[in-house]
């Protein structure tokens, strides 16, 4: 039988956060640089050392390298403490966390961040036949079978960003293989008119066939069926089209919406459980006109304390009390990651910063920061070593 435990000395509030994605890191590195003075101890729970790069994952799909960032070594002189566990089991009542079976780490304050994973079950087939891009270790096997093709089919299934990235990427990447994506919307459709018609430019100029308005209703070994019995042939398929959270938050009894995703106030704060917060994909937090989107550009920001924070009383207020989220654009939330002594080896050279998610479809050279304004001064993102074509200038002046 296990038995339940804390780290370090009785009297310290203990704050357990689970999962080190985006949201995560982000969260523990600050509230472990606002509580460094005070009787805190804060851990970060992850299942693998390493830290993935979701917004990364297409290209390494690709072949290309990303660098490989250890999660330990991100956190050192934090002050934030690192455990390495898969988390089976969340019990809010008697504040208990389980991990791999046989571990159980006793919270005073809950951080949850799981984060999501592509949605396999929505369509048959999709299990058993289609790629994803949930991990390094999905992305390698994706880019070892898209280099050994030699010729023939990609379906990229999602009309989502990621779904344009991957099938910009890999067509830019893979001259010699046929790319369709394929979507229920336009791509981009949450985009504007004028954002949408410049991806359409772009996949038409990488040769990316797009079908747009049809759902694919099921997936197969050496294809794709889409609603009303049309059949298109590939030899790979990608899927990215949906996303999953974890059960667990639901099977702990947390108020959970629709998708299962944790149901916060503006204070990021559990409406069910107060000791709990939830942040990034896995939180459904609400705001004015909505539901946060989860993505990385929003859910960072959820980790990162804004300005309108203020230091008070307990560990919940400082983690987020008095703070109202607040929607801030990437660069702004990478700003608020990058502070001095703070989270330096965390938001440091190499990690990939949530930017405007519209320059991330477009082929690395087109992504370049102006130099003025690039995140890391001084430091401009690479030249791109694969093919060049010609391009016009992007709409939003960003990828120039
Ligand atoms: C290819 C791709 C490109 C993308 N590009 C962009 C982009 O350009 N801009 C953008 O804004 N968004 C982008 N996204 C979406 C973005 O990556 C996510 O919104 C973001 O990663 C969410 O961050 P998170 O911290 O909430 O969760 P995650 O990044 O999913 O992290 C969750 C962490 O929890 C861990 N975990 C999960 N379950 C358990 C468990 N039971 N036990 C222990 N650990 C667990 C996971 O291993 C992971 O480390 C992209 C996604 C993909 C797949």
Request: glycine share 12%; charged share 20%; proline share 6%.
């Amino acid at each position: 039988m296990s038995t339940a435990h804390t780290t370090g000395p009785a009297g310290t509030h203990h704050v357990l956060m689970l999962g080190a994605g985006y949201a995560g890191m982000a969260a523990a590195t600050q509230l472990a640089a606002r509580t460094r003075k005070a009787d805190v101890r804060v851990t970060l729970v992850n299942a693998h050392e390493r830290f993935t790069e979701r917004l990364r994952l297409h290209l390494t799909a690709t072949g290309q390298r990303v660098a490989e960032l250890d999660i330990p070594t991100l956190l050192a002189d934090t002050g934030a403490h690192f455990v390495r566990g898969w988390v089976t089991a969340v019990d809010a009542q008697a504040r208990t966390v389980r991990i791999d079976d046989s571990r159980v780490l006793r919270y005073d304050t809950l951080v949850y961040g799981l984060g999501s994973v592509t949605d396999t079950a929505v369509v048959p087939g999709v299990e058993e036949h289609a790629y994803t891009l949930d991990g390094p270790s999905d992305a390698t096997t994706l880019a070892d079978r898209l280099a050994r093709l030699g010729g023939g089919t990609v379906v990229v299934v999602g009309g989502g960003l990621t779904g344009v990235e991957s099938a910009a990427e890999i067509a830019e990447r893979h001259p010699e293989l046929d790319v369709v994506l394929v979507g229920r919307q336009d791509p981009g459709a949450r985009m504007t008119a004028r954002a949408r018609s410049h991806l359409r430019a772009a996949l038409t100029r990488l040769g990316v066939q797009v079908i747009s308005g049809t759902a694919v209703t099921k997936v197969l070994p050496d294809g794709v069926e889409l609603a009303g019995a049309r059949t298109i042939a590939a030899d790979v398929v990608l899927w990215t089209a949906g996303t999953r959270v974890s059960p667990l938050a639901a099977a702990a009894g947390l108020t959970v919406d629709e998708r299962g995703r944790v149901v916060t106030d503006a204070t990021l704060r559990s409406v069910s459980h107060p000791d709990v917060y939830a942040i990034g994909d896995a939180a459904a937090i609400r705001q004015g006109y909505g539901v946060l989107h989860g993505t990385c550009q929003s859910g960072m920001p959820t980790g990162v304390p804004g300005p309108t924070s203020r230091p008070g009383r307990g560990v919940g207020r400082r983690l987020v009390r008095g703070h109202r989220h607040r929607h801030l654009p990437g660069r702004r939330a990478a700003r608020h990651a990058r502070r001095p002594g703070r989270d330096q080896r965390w938001s440091g050279p190499g990690v990939q910063r949530c930017g405007p998610r519209g320059r991330h479809h477009l082929p690395r050279h087109r992504r370049r920061w102006p130099r003025h304004r690039h995140p890391q001064r001084g430091q401009p993102r690479q030249a791109p070593s694969g093919r060049r074509r010609h391009h016009p200038p992007s709409p939003d002046g960003l990828s120039r």
